[in-house]
């Protein structure tokens, strides 16, 4: 089946530095990609569909200056939380869409939980 | 525009018995519907799907829903459950063109109860 990772599961990081978050699509391409964001004990919130070879989108609200989203190739995305803030720590999920879409699902990353002190 | 409802954001049930998790839905356009489950620290899971065949889904673990139009729902259904069922439940929705965004629901924290 399909399998996409992310890296790290974990990270804890200084108030003020950035940290990047990869997710991969390991068995197959994905021409998209979701970055979502879930809070404690609530629903996943969209943030940015992520296209190879394009600029990421953004959901209304989502600073794009702070979120940096880059997908490098059909097998790699990443986030970037830029001068991180304790309000950023969250569980951060990506999801992954084959290009022919004939599943008509989304594959989901196991999450990355984000901690800024 | 899209959205989900899901009632009830915590259910509890004994071991063996029916679990019934409610979703229901709006979309201007048919949609496609999804069944997520997620255990701690985790990603999600995919249940089942519906798109646009049979209306009675079975999924994973035992799992169905129904997709019901004229009730604009999609309840999710085991008949007995079992202890590793405890878990965060999310219905989803997208459109069946084109957007393969999707829209979640608030999620059901289901509990077991031995």
């Known amino acids: 089946g399909a399998v996409v990772s992310q890296h790290p599961s974990r990270v804890i990081c200084k108030s003020g530095t950035s940290v990047k978050i990869e997710c991969r699509s390991l068995?197959?391409?994905?021409?998209?990609m979701f970055w979502y964001r879930q809070f404690p004990k609530q629903s996943l919130m969209l943030m940015a569909t992520s296209n190879e070879g394009s600029k990421a989108t953004y959901e209304q609200g989502v600073e794009k200056d702070k979120f940096l989203i880059n997908h490098a190739s059909l097998t790699l995305s990443t986030l970037t939380v830029t001068s991180a803030h304790p309000e950023d720590s969250s569980f951060y999920i990506c999801?992954?869409?084959?290009?022919?879409?004939?599943?008509?699902?989304?594959?989901f990353g196991p999450g990355t939980r984000l901690t800024v002190t | 525009a899209q959205s989900v409802t899901q009632l009830g954001s915590h259910v509890s049930v004994s071991e063996g018995a029916l679990v019934l998790l409610r979703c229901n839905y709006s979309s201007s356009v048919p949609p496609y519907l999804f069944w997520y489950v997620q255990y701690p620290n985790q990603g999600l899971q995919l249940l089942l799907k519906y798109t646009s065949a049979a209306t009675l889904v079975k999924g994973i673990n035992g799992f169905e829903a129904e997709f019901k139009k004229s009730e604009t729902s999609f309840h999710l259904t085991k008949p007995s459950a079992h202890m590793s069922d405890a878990a965060e439940y999310f219905c989803a929705v997208r459109e069946n063109f084109g957007n393969e965004k999707l829209t979640f629901g608030t999620g059901t924290r289901l509990t077991i109860i031995p």
């Open positions: 999801s992954a869409v084959p290009p022919s879409g004939s599943s008509y699902e989304q594959y």
């Open positions: 068995d197959f391409q994905a021409t998209t």
